[in-house]
């Protein structure tokens, strides 16, 4: 059975409201400038002016979850969508941040022989220009969320709950069959699962079958806080099918 990987770098890779996952290794876009000749019958030389900026493709290696977010990576890049994509650097280095418009164009699979987490690497081909993203966004607000099965059955969250701890474990019931979560934020867009989530009001359930998340099994579940021109806030919850 392909194994998930565990909590990281906290660094993550986003596309139109969707975490697809936590980056392990990124290769930054390449910049170029071109080259145009300038020169005249009247220059003593050849002259070289600058001309456009460009932008090389992006690699980036994320951990592989297994959900359907990573798997519709494939339509789109047979659907040749573009989007908004959007790479996102720990709190402590959100000036780090940047967007930047552009599609699909390569996945490479990485499926380990031994006990190593599987991994994925994409290629993103840029269509445009990039953009910082420097402004602290928003973050969620007391009671920041709630996450419970289809009973209901709330689960404890560890660590505590707080608008600035991004990274969260839980134990489900085994009987569970989907997850939802009720995120609650002052401002900002939220999404749960790349589904866009109304403050206050429970999310759309996330599949969660025996027999996709066996026990003992891990299911991520990403929380995106985010506005206009700011680094979205991400919250990682990583949901292990309890015995009971």
């Known amino acids: 059975m392909t194994s998930q990987a565990k909590m990281a770098t906290g660094m993550f890779l986003a596309f139109n409201g969707y975490v697809l996952a936590e980056m392990t290794d990124i290769s930054e876009p390449p910049l170029a400038v071109e080259k145009v000749d300038s020169t005249s019958h009247d220059s003593p030389c050849k002259i070289t002016i600058p001309g456009q900026l460009s932008y090389g493709d992006m690699t980036y290696t994320v951990n592989f979850v297994n959900d359907v977010t990573q798997a519709a990576l494939e339509t789109m890049a047979t659907a040749r969508t573009t989007g908004m994509w959007q790479v996102i650097f720990p709190p402590a280095f959100a000036s780090l941040s940047y967007q930047v418009p552009g599609f699909v164009s390569g996945i490479k699979k990485k499926t380990p022989l031994k006990s190593n987490p599987a991994s994925r690497d994409f290629t993103v081909t840029p269509t445009g220009g990039i953009t910082p993203i ?78 996709q998340y066996p026990t003992g099994s891990i299911l991520t579940v990403f929380v995106l806080v985010t506005g206009t021109n700011v680094t979205p806030s991400v919250y990682e919850i990583q949901i292990t099918r309890g015995t009971s």
Do not use: H, R
């Open 134 to 211: 420097i402004t602290a966004g928003p973050t969620l607000t007391t009671p920041y969320m709630i996450v419970e099965d289809q009973v209901p059955n709330i689960f404890t969250m560890s660590p505590a709950l707080s608008g600035t701890t991004y990274q969260y474990t839980c134990t489900s019931k085994q009987a569970s069959t989907s997850i939802t979560v009720t995120p609650t934020a002052a401002s900002g867009t939220i999404y749960v699962a790349g589904n866009q989530t109304a403050s206050g009001v429970a999310s759309t359930a996330i599949p969660y079958s025996l027999a």
